[in-house]
């Protein structure tokens, strides 16, 4: 599902006015307010959960553009060899776990 963001222009005396219901409307309606002041853009309103969902999407980016940047660079594992990797971590943990509390692995 795509959504489509609309952009509004306001100054700031504007959503000063009515900003109640801007802030209603932002939040029913997919749309960023780009609120300026002396002509100049200022900042930016936008719903919480919008913006939320803007950054988890910012952050799946970078996660892939690192990925990305290690495979050309070479720094990747098979699956298998992190997985074992993993198992043998975790038995230790639980052994070491069992040994502290008194018990035999």
Known sequence: ???KMSQEVLSLGQFKADASRLL??????????VLTQNGRARAVVQDYEQYQARERAMLMLKLLAEGERDLAMGHSLPHAEVFDGLRQQLRSQRANGDQADGRAA
């Open 24 to 33: 209603d409307q932002v939040r029913d309606q997919p749309a960023t307010l």
């Open 1 to 3: 599902m795509v959504l």
